[in-house]
């Protein structure tokens, strides 16, 4: 909320999804926000308003985007089943959709823009533990969906600046909690179909996961302390639950 007591005006695209759902929900119980979804399906948090429309249509993006002072872009196109092999899909959601998530937040003068990435940006197959925000993007990305997540981290970090939009990008590994639509349904019907019993590699593989409330609270807390003279502008940050285990 402003000195005025004016809440700020938010757009959260994906904000009917899993993720998304709980960042509008924090956003609306905070009593600060005014929040508007935008996503091609219908967000169920009482308290914001849903605007349908696809990422890959500019001029539905820009019409969103007006008025508008915070943007969160957290929509993505689906990385698993049919969706995961479709390309363009990919490639008009993810690139195509953040170019016009970009456009749209200079054309309309949005302050802030806080994107969601991911922490494979930087998984090329290999080990890594306690790597800090400078690793190199993967060279291999392990799959087309992660490639485009690069490219739209890229964008959104080079575009801090430019038209007076502060832009920052958040990296959670697996995010778990109520309404996971991915991960634990996927390990329950592995379990059920009988699939628990194998080990990968040597049994001592790690994997980072967060909770998405505390993901949720990450965008919130980098869209209070992003300004264009703030050290998150066009920065990338990883989202963990805690401070890394020594291994
Ligand atoms: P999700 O699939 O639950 O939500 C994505 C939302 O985007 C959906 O509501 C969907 O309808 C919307 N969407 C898809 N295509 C669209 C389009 N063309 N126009 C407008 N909206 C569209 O995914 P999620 O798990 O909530 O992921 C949110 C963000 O977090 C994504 O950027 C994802 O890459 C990132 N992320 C997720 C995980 C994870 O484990 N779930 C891990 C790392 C990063």
């Not at 690139?95 to 937040?105: F, H, P, Y």
């Not at 699939?195 to 609270?217: E, H, L, R």
Request: glycine letters at 10%; aromatic letters at 6%; proline letters at 3%.
């Amino acid at each position: 909320r402003r000195a005025s007591g004016e809440k700020v005006k938010a757009l959260v695209t994906g904000g009917a999804g899993f993720l998304g759902q709980y960042l509008v929900q924090q956003l609306v119980d905070s009593g600060q926000w005014e929040v508007t979804v935008f996503d091609i399906r219908e967000a169920k948090v009482p308290g914001a308003t849903t605007i349908l429309g696809d990422l890959r249509n500019r001029s539905q993006v820009e019409e969103a985007c007006k008025g508008i002072q915070v943007v969160f872009h957290c929509a993505t196109a689906a990385p698993t089943g049919a969706g995961a092999l479709n390309k363009s899909l990919m490639d008009g959601v993810n690139i195509q959709g953040t170019k016009n998530i970009i456009s749209a937040c200079q054309a309309c003068k949005v302050t802030k823009l806080v994107a969601t990435s991911s922490a494979s940006v930087v998984f090329d197959g290999h080990t890594l533990q306690m790597v800090e925000e400078t690793h190199a993007y993967a060279q291999k990305p392990m799959d087309y969906y992660t490639q485009t997540k690069i490219e739209s981290e890229k964008l959104v970090l080079a575009a801090n600046g430019v038209g007076g939009v502060a832009t920052c990008a958040l990296r959670p590994s697996g995010i778990f909690g109520e309404g996971d639509p991915l991960f634990v349904p996927t390990v329950a019907k592995q379990a059920a179909n009988g699939k628990m019993k194998y080990v990968i590699g040597n049994g001592k593989n790690q994997m980072d996961f967060t909770y998405v409330g505390n993901v949720a609270q990450a965008h919130i807390q980098a869209a209070e302390a992003l300004s264009l003279d703030s050290v998150l502008a066009g920065s990338a940050y990883f989202i963990t639950n805690q401070e890394p285990l020594p291994f």
